[in-house]
């Protein structure tokens, strides 16, 4: 669901300001919900205007999703799974479908080399 508003605010806002902010909370994302990471997301969605609650609810939504995938049993990638699919909905402007559904069946190590080829 929050990849199709991101691409929605995007048309709005801009895919490379939305893309540079998502950025900045992945950078900020560790293994807890840490709480001046929630007050920066509202800092942070205060220049989106009358969309700034919904971009607060989708970045804390997206933070929330990353502190989890740090603390999957076994998990390889970590967050950096919902950075491929911000990156591919955003950057490359891919279709949410085929963000969605682009891991699936891939093992971790193909992803690994597709972020490495992304850069991050």
Excluded at 40 to 67: C, H, L, N, Q
Aim: glycine share 4%; aromatic share 14%.
């Amino acid at each position: 669901m929050y990849f199709e508003r991101l691409v929605v605010l995007a048309k709005k806002h801009s895919r490379q300001k939305i893309y540079r902010d998502f950025i900045t909370l992945f950078d900020k994302t560790g293994t807890a919900i840490d709480n001046m990471v929630l007050e920066w997301i509202k800092i942070i969605s205060k220049p989106y205007g009358e969309d700034r609650i919904e971009i607060r609810k989708w970045f804390t939504v997206m933070y929330a999703a990353m502190v989890a995938e740090e603390n999957k049993a076994h998990a390889k990638l970590g967050k950096r799974i919902k950075r491929l699919g911000v990156y591919q909905v955003l950057i490359l402007q891919k279709s949410v479908l085929h963000v969605v559904n682009y891991s699936r069946g891939r093992k971790w190590y193909e992803l690994d080399e597709v972020m490495k080829w992304y850069g991050f």
